[in-house]
């Protein structure tokens, strides 16, 4: 499965979008994008995933890059409740056997 | 989203004993199950990958016989830490997919802090 490369960490005001940048220029046709998050001491939570296309969900939306080489994820009105870490994972279908491999993440930190 | 718990949610035990972690998707059934580990301040570490009536298969550099997994049915999963050691102490995640899951679906637990004396 293809690496990703997100910031550590960043901060955003309540009531902004967040916007989290992943790269990812390694991920190769049949991999998918997902988007996890992880609030202190819980399980992550799945957020979104996409393949080429841009999604949006009740949560956040997906913009993947025309090249696929990144994309970035958007929490519209981030609330105090988004604090948490965000995982950008690329990984191959199940069918494939694609796992969900973690790496560092993006802490973000939502100010009042 | 589906629900996978976890029991229990912390369990203190002494070194040299064995802890048993349950893992329930309570509203779908899972052909596969994930366990992953994840120590202070770290991310999450994928340890192995079962599928319901076969053997785990796990990733490398976790001892398999000392972390046994279990998938007996299409709604448990069961991760036994034998002989457990002070280092073994850890937030253990467990997560499910969906029998009949698309790309995304794979729902984790709430996961089982484990703390050995």
């Known amino acids: 499965d293809a690496k990703t490369t997100q910031p550590t960490s960043m901060d955003c005001a309540e009531g902004r979008a967040a916007n989290l940048p992943c790269n990812h220029s390694?991920?190769?046709?049949?991999?998918?994008v997902y988007w996890y998050r992880q609030i202190h001491s819980q399980g992550p939570q799945y957020i979104i995933h996409?393949?080429?296309n841009n999604e949006t969900n009740e949560m956040a939306s997906l913009i993947i890059t025309e090249d696929r080489k990144s994309s970035t994820l958007i929490l519209p009105h981030a609330t105090l409740r988004d604090t948490a870490v965000y995982y950008c994972?690329?990984?191959?279908?199940?069918?494939?056997?694609?796992?969900?491999?973690f790496g560092q993440g993006t802490e973000l930190s939502v100010k009042p | 989203g589906a629900v996978v718990s976890q029991h229990p949610s912390w369990v203190i035990c002494k070194s040299g004993t064995s802890v048993k972690i349950e893992c329930r998707s309570l509203?779908?059934?899972?052909?596969?199950m994930f366990w992953y580990r994840q120590f202070p301040k770290q991310s999450l570490m994928l340890m192995a990958t079962?599928?319901?009536?076969?053997?785990?298969?796990?990733e490398q550099g976790v001892e398999k016989d000392k972390f046994l997994i279990n998938h007996a049915s299409l709604t448990l999963s069961t991760l036994t830490v034998t002989s457990a050691h002070p280092e073994d102490s850890s937030f253990y995640i467990c997560?499910?997919?969906?029998?009949?899951?698309?790309?995304?679906?794979?729902?984790f637990g709430p996961g089982t802090r484990l703390t050995v004396l």
């Open positions: 390694t991920i190769s046709g049949n991999e998918y």
């Open positions: 997560s499910a997919r969906a029998a009949l899951a698309g790309a995304g679906e794979q729902f």
């Open positions: 994972i690329v990984r191959v279908g199940y069918n494939q056997g694609g796992k969900l491999i």
């Open positions: 996409g393949l080429k």
């Open positions: 079962s599928n319901e009536g076969s053997k785990a298969t796990y």
């Open positions: 509203d779908f059934q899972a052909t596969t």
